[in-house]
């Protein structure tokens, strides 16, 4: 008898395949390139620590560790998230709460960051993933429930109002759209009712109008983004050099290296407007190339979430790719001035070694269910 209950389960028990091969490819293909774009824009800057190698070899010793990682978690059963989604959100809530009494500014003029020693990192980007993990186990309970407002709108927009507070203490306004937009796009996956979210698209309108029409710092900032030529010691110098940049590139580009406005001209270079040197180093051809890939992975994520074996891994790839693919919209609409500047970074080129292991794990969250779709459809 315990045999036959013993063989009964391990049939049921979904068996594990290959990983995305496809998925892992671009994955790789584009941290590799990031890194040589952030060598190439940051080498300038990485001077004043002595070495023009500084900012690219600690990068690298991250994106080493992240990719360990991602295998990692790429081999372990999801399922296991379920059970973790309600820790890493309430880590991610305590320490939000901590960042305004020990937080620090690290030249953005906000309090974003923990630091503890030589390792410091944002609390939002654990919030980010606590939002697709515990969103996604919360509607594969709630199923047929998520049409109703107690069950597929309240409790959602609760968590989103507690974290969009906490993160406007910072301020972290483009947390705060990642994060709504993340957690709208779930809701929406899982089948809530179209009705609430044109309703909260239409009150986001009208407190966005307040917000520039009340406060004379938000309507400034729209006023920089119209017209940066305007005001180039006011707001208007980033946009004014990040699209110099993206104009003196071309059609090929200047050359891998031979950026001019990376020589001090533009701020952020080696970060939020890493996209900008790209754009001026390798062209319109080569920046294209980069957003093919991108669309190609964000694609090949959403294959995959429609391909996964249950609703929970559907839900897991889901919100990890539409995280990646607002994240990489915005930067770059930021970067060329599609809209107003928000501080987001682009993923895997972007400096940032805490946020950059963080992405590699979440690609490996993809992997993890792709491991797990029918043999018949992998190909």
Known sequence: MD????????????ERGPIDLPF??????LTAIGLIMLFSASFVYAQRWGSPTYIVVRQGAMAL??????????????????????????????????????????????????????????PSEIAKLGVIMTFSAMISVYREKMKTFKYGILPFALILLLLAGLLALEPHMSGTILILGTGAALM??????????????????????????????????????LDPFEYPQHGGWQLI???????????????????RQKYAYLPERHNDFIFAVVGE???????????????????????????????????????????????VFLNIAVVS??????????????????????????????????RKIPAAKSG
């Open 3 to 14: 045999e036959a209950v013993r063989a009964s389960k391990e049939q049921e028990r979904p």
């Open 24 to 29: 892992a490819c671009l994955v790789i293909m």
């Open 65 to 122: 560790a992240g990719v360990i990682i991602m295998i990692t978690v790429s081999f372990m059963d999801y399922q296991y998230f379920r059970a973790l989604s309600l820790p890493v959100m309430l880590t991610a809530v305590v320490f939000l709460i901590l960042v305004p009494f020990i937080g620090t500014d690290q030249g953005t003029g906000a309090t974003r960051w923990i630091n503890l020693g030589e390792f410091s990192f944002q």
């Open 188 to 225: 929406f996956a899982g089948g809530a009712h179209w009705g609430w979210f044109a309703t909260a698209f239409a009150g986001g309108g009208v407190g966005m109008y307040v917000l520039i029409s009340q406060f004379p710092y938000a309507f400034s900032r729209i006023k920089v983004w």
């Open 241 to 259: 050099q990040s699209l110099y940049a993206l104009g003196s590139g071309g059609l090929f580009g200047v050359g891998l290296g031979k950026s």
């Open 281 to 327: 180093e390798l062209g319109y051809v080569g920046a294209c190339l980069i957003i093919f890939l991108f669309v190609m992975l964000i694609l090949r994520g959403y294959w995959i979430a429609m391909h996964a074996r249950d609703r929970f891994g559907s839900l897991l790839a889901t919100g990890v790719t539409t995280l990646l693919a607002l994240q």
């Open 337 to 370: 001035t599609l809209i107003p500047t928000t501080g987001i970074s682009l993923p895997f080129f972007s400096y940032g070694g805490t946020s950059l292991i963080i992405q590699l794990a979440q690609m490996g969250v993809v992997l993890a269910v792709s």
